[in-house]
């Protein structure tokens, strides 16, 4: 019945919905392969898909990792990985294009969507990251014997209080799921509450923490604390420098090495070091040390991951901006702590994390940024505290990889 009223409905909304996706950006393609309309070869049963879904880009973010270890582990089979979002898709081609055999757009949940998408793709194990509950797309994948799990599964406290509020029609819905897998005991406990199968649903951490550490830099310091400020946005290397110059007044024995995000901007933040009357240099003049100069600026490619294992404290760019800000744990994962600016929603369940344990901070204006950087360069406890927390929500969190490659091997194997 469910699925009859779902079809019917498809037919009232698509031209509606067609009008105001095109208002919002997207293009003719992306609506029809919505629509489970997809221009590419299909695959076979034989093909052996595996597919990852996730829904934008902090989804997409999380599932690089994974894809690229299950294309490593699972070199024979297809790899297919959706999103629901453009930006979605557009960071999942950057991050998977040369991994993934198609990206593509998750089908609309009406049953003759998602029939035109599983008879073209054919997944024999679809993985949906975080918590997206599609009870068609769950019911047909039922269907047709398609192993379906739900990983690095989250339930937000407000989602929980409406999907708590009808916790017997999830029940049933959930029922068609394979397997859920939760980032913690706090959401795996929601789930259960909301009527998933205590059998099937278990904690495995969570993705985005799977990181590893970069190989090494050839680097000195010189015995200098350095303050790293990574993947600065125009706007932002002004309130860096400012603070900088706050502490160093205070901290003599500090350094700063700066890291535009994009090299493009290499020459003008170049002049913005400059007026501030501090020695400097840039990486690229072959400088490995900090002898003699206040300001490192990094105009080198693939080496700010490399570079904040010689940091003391990171800024993390784009947080003063509408960016969204860039990935903390990069910093983290060298046990070096975190400050932030207030826009932090590309990786908003990491900083909700590491801010609960007390790993990182998000500061809203300058003088804030200023009072915590002063406070964990004056305080030794406090200092240590926040490296040791950093270092516990790693060994909480890691894990979640490992979890989802042995529950494949369990079904493909």
């Excluded at 901070?361 to 505290?385: G, I």
Aim: glycine share 6%.
């Amino acid at each position: 019945m469910y699925q009859f009223f779902s079809d019917l409905m498809f037919y009232i909304i698509k031209p509606i919905a067609s009008i105001s996706m095109k208002r919002r950006g997207y293009v003719q393609e992306a609506i029809d392969r919505k629509c489970g309309i997809i221009s590419e070869d299909g695959f076979s049963k034989d093909d052996n898909v595996i597919m990852f879904h996730g829904v934008s880009v902090g989804e997409a973010v999380a599932l690089e990792n994974i894809v690229k270890a299950v294309r490593n582990q699972f070199s024979q089979n297809k790899i297919v990985v959706t999103t629901g979002t453009h930006t979605g898709q557009d960071i999942a081609k950057k991050k998977l294009g040369d991994t993934a055999d198609l990206i593509t757009y998750f089908p609309a949940d009406f049953p003759r969507c998602i029939r035109k998408f599983l008879d073209k793709v054919n997944p024999r194990v679809v993985f949906i990251a975080e918590t997206e509950i599609w009870p068609n797309f769950a019911m047909e994948c039922k269907k047709r014997g398609i192993n379906l799990y739900i990983i690095n599964g989250r339930i937000s406290d407000s989602t929980f209080k409406s999907y708590n509020a009808l916790k017997l029609i999830f029940k049933y819905f959930l029922s068609f799921y394979t397997g859920i897998f939760t980032q913690s005991e706090d959401d795996n406990n929601k789930f259960l509450t909301i009527g998933a199968n205590p059998d099937t649903t278990k904690k495995m951490g969570n993705l985005k923490f799977d990181v590893k550490k970069p190989e090494g830099l050839s680097f000195n310091k010189n015995e200098a604390r350095v303050l790293l400020a990574g993947s600065t946005h125009q706007g932002e290397d002004e309130i860096v420098l400012n603070v900088f110059k706050r502490l160093k007044e205070k901290h003599s024995d500090l350094k700063l090495i700066l890291a535009p995000r994009h090299l493009t901007r290499t020459e003008e933040v170049k002049e913005l070091i400059a007026e501030t009357g501090f020695a400097f240099d840039l990486r690229s003049n072959n400088r490995d040390n900090l002898l003699g100069i206040d300001i490192l600026q990094l105009d080198t490619l693939g080496e700010l991951g490399k570079m904040y294992e010689h940091a003391d404290i990171s800024f993390i760019g784009g947080s003063f901006n509408k960016t969204g800000g860039h990935n903390p744990l990069e910093s983290i994962v060298w046990d070096k702590p975190v400050i932030s600016g207030p826009s932090t929603h590309n990786f908003k369940d990491i900083y909700s994390i590491i801010k609960n344990a007390k790993a990182g901070f998000v500061v809203n204006n300058e003088n804030e940024f200023f009072e915590t950087a002063d406070k964990m360069l004056s305080d030794k406890e406090f200092y240590a505290y926040t490296v040791n927390a950093g270092k516990q929500v790693f060994a909480e969190q890691q894990g979640a990889l490992d979890f989802v490659i042995n529950v494949l091997k369990a079904v493909t194997m």
